[in-house]
């Protein structure tokens, strides 16, 4: 596609329900990112993935939280049990993650908006 | 631990002045530095990248700043336009994949 795009654009769940956040990065692109913001913060580092390597989730705030990336292509971010404090905008970027290329752009998506009431 | 320090109170300049907006860190060797654009309800847009062994990068209207001895970059937007109010956030890379964000800081250009 054009861009990156995530699904859905708006999410309201109640607490303690589950909830997937979908990104679909740019063809070609092997490297995607998660990333929180809440109102007013910077934007929080969740999880990486780099082609087939194994994903870097040190950003993950809990074991409620997990990504999967399947075929290298689109990635689910899951969240379990949702709480109050996990309403935030969900962004997804990818890159075209050539790792001799240490400086590369990031394309961000639009972003999900969780609320969780 | 790592902090990356953007002006946290908006930022009112008048349309046609240079609006300068400062990103400072402590903690951190960056390899190189970025400064995206975001717009309210948008997911951020790069704008520019600048590497340690850069001091000064221009793109347009743009110029970038880089010091690492003073760990600070400068954004720079020459002839000011409404149509530049936004956010502007800071980010900082080291030589693994992983970026760091500033808060940004958010650009009001009054006509």
């Known amino acids: 596609g054009a861009g990156v795009s995530q699904s859905p654009s708006n999410k309201v769940t109640e607490k303690g329900k589950d909830v997937e956040l979908r990104c679909d990065p740019i063809?070609?692109?092997?490297?995607l990112y998660w990333y929180r913001q809440s109102l007013g913060q910077g934007l929080e580092f969740l999880i990486y993935?780099?082609?087939?390597?194994?994903?870097?989730k040190s950003g993950l705030p809990s074991d409620r939280f997990s990504a999967e990336r399947t075929g290298g292509s689109v990635s689910t971010l899951t969240i379990q049990r949702t709480q109050q404090e996990d309403s935030a905008v969900y962004l997804c970027?990818?890159?075209?993650?050539?790792?001799?290329?240490?400086?590369?752009?990031?394309?961000f998506g639009p972003g999900t908006r969780l609320l969780v009431l | 631990s790592q902090k990356i320090e953007q002006n946290s109170e908006a930022l009112n300049i008048q349309e046609g002045k240079t609006a300068t907006l400062t990103c400072n860190y402590t903690?951190?060797?960056?390899?190189?530095l970025q400064w995206y654009r975001q717009d309210p309800g948008r997911g951020p847009v790069f704008l520019l990248l600048?590497?340690?062994?850069?001091k000064e990068k221009r793109k347009e209207r743009l110029k970038v700043t880089f010091d690492t001895t003073l760990k600070q970059s400068l954004f720079h937007i020459t002839a000011s336009q409404p149509a530049d109010s936004a956010t502007y956030l800071c980010?900082?890379?080291?030589?693994?994949?992983?970026?760091?964000f500033g808060k940004g800081t958010r650009l009001h250009i009054l006509p």
């Open positions: 980010a900082l890379g080291g030589r693994d994949d992983k970026i760091i």
């Open positions: 063809s070609g692109h092997t490297a």
């Open positions: 993935f780099q082609g087939n390597s194994a994903p870097d």
């Open positions: 600048i590497r340690e062994n850069e």
């Open positions: 970027a990818s890159s075209l993650g050539t790792r001799f290329m240490i400086q590369e752009t990031q394309y």
């Open positions: 903690n951190y060797s960056p390899a190189y």
